[in-house]
């Protein structure tokens, strides 16, 4: 792929199956700069859902998904945030079954000071790209959908 300016950049794509509380599933795609492995160990902090399987090459199963019960744990519920590139694209990272504790009192608005959230967008910051390489710099927004 190629990058706005020329230049190739390296997109590497982490597919996950997620599990909720009630046995569903669901999957999400990450595009990164260089793996998805602290990005999705940031997800799962404000997640009621666990991965069921990732892959990034080679396919990862996890035995033993431990998903919880909460407000919004159906994997159907998730935290949108929207984050921004350079270049002025969206990439939007999806969280199945989000944490009450992750929303303002709206229960809808994601809370960009909870600490769990702080972390995820660190995370997201320093690995995730859009389908042609091009980093985010910044989150715009965050909501339950």
Known sequence: MCRRGGGAARVDTMSAVWVGFQGETTITRMNTSAGAGALLTASLACSHADKLQTWEGTN??????????????????????????AVATQVTLLVPAPLR???LADGQTVDTANASVIALVAAAIAALVDSTGNPVIALVSGTLR
């Open 101 to 103: 504790s992750i929303f």
């Open 60 to 85: 990862v199963p996890n035995a033993t998904p431990t998903p919880t019960a909460g407000d919004y744990s159906p994997v159907s519920s998730q935290a949108a945030l929207v984050f921004v590139t």
